[in-house]
């Protein structure tokens, strides 16, 4: 006799494994990446902002610094895409960011002559640059009481109340809706183009039937000369390389090593120049100070600011040569074609 009432699991011999499902990656757009950098660097301005009020870690004010410059490569890079309130314009935000950069800069000026130049010139000299770091410290406690009145103001208030605001409800223009790796080309290339054509790549060459020529023979003199010259064109370059690589950065988890040795080399360029800028303010301001050409009161000051620079040029050369290659825009220009 046949029997019908089998146990269940007889009835099935073999176990189906369980179904997978393809899950498709989410695709990000160019307002998504737009949200992402401007809540981030906002979020870095604001956890300094204390601090910096406090007036207790000179790093922290560095870090806010650094956070609204960063925070206006981003509005002013997703313009195109995200729609941000009045008062988080890029205009407003550099006036905030001029502010904090004064007191930076003279906190650069204090360590760089306490840490770095004063125990190595003669006591002749420590005399005088006493002088000018007690003109410093009262410069300094102006520039916070400056900082500190900014950071109370009803501008400084609407950018965070706006910003806030903006993050809880964004706002975008259609463009935002477009894939990133679509659009980002378009979006780096501005900022590349300008950063290649700018005239200081020229500083200190020679065109000869059309062949661009940079002197080898150098020396500490020569680096003085171009220097009192083009310290302001060098200075801008600074300035356009920094907003470059800051921008850039928001994007290396789109492409791969090339990418990266290229903001790495950007980064180089900025903080050379940006060595050599300050050398060259410390040199003006001690004029202004001390009333006389440093050469004559601060002797051995002049010589090691000579030698810093033209060690500083040395280091320069070199990517400025490899930068007024073809060859190198070329490549350049390709890696950022081709996100991974």
Excluded: C
């Amino acid at each position: 006799m046949i029997r019908l009432h089998h146990k269940i699991e007889n009835s099935y011999p073999f176990i189906l494994p369980p179904m997978t499902l393809a899950v498709q990656p989410t695709i990000k757009t160019l307002g998504d990446y737009g949200y992402e950098a401007v809540q981030k660097h906002f979020k870095k301005t604001l956890k300094w902002e204390t601090t910096v009020k406090k007036d207790k870690d000179p790093e922290a004010l560095h870090q806010m610094r650094v956070g609204m410059r960063r925070l206006r490569t981003a509005v002013s890079g997703f313009a195109q895409a995200i729609v941000l309130p009045k008062s988080a314009s890029n205009k407003n935000i550099g006036k905030i960011a001029r502010r904090l950069g004064v007191l930076r800069d003279l906190d650069v000026l204090q360590e760089t002559l306490k840490n770095i130049y004063y125990p190595h010139v003669p006591s002749k000299e420590q005399k005088y640059l006493q002088t000018a770091l007690d003109v410093l410290s009262k410069q300094r406690k102006d520039a916070l009481v400056y900082v500190r009145s900014t950071l109370k103001e009803e501008r400084y208030k609407s950018l965070k109340n706006g910003l806030k605001d903006w993050l809880e409800k964004p706002k975008y223009y259609p463009l935002a809706s477009l894939p990133m790796q679509e659009v980002l080309p378009d979006l780096l290339f501005p900022q590349v183009s300008n950063f290649l054509l700018h005239p200081a790549w020229l500083v200190g060459t020679k065109i000869e039937d059309k062949q661009i020529l940079i002197p080898t023979d150098w020396k500490a003199e020569d680096v003085k000369q171009q220097l009192t010259t083009n310290a302001e064109v060098l200075h801008s370059l600074r300035k356009q390389a920094k907003g470059l690589r800051y921008q850039m950065e928001l994007f290396t988890d789109l492409y791969g090593e090339s990418y990266t040795a290229y903001v790495a080399e950007v980064k180089s360029i900025q903080q050379i120049l940006g060595s050599l800028q300050d050398s060259v303010v410390l040199g003006e301001w001690l004029v202004n100070v001390l009333k006389s050409d440093i050469d004559a009161k601060l002797p051995t000051l002049a010589t090691l600011l000579a030698k810093n620079r033209y060690q500083l040029w040395q280091q320069w050369r070199p990517l400025q040569e490899r930068y007024l290659q073809g060859e190198t825009r070329k490549s350049l220009h390709l890696t950022i074609l081709q996100p991974d």
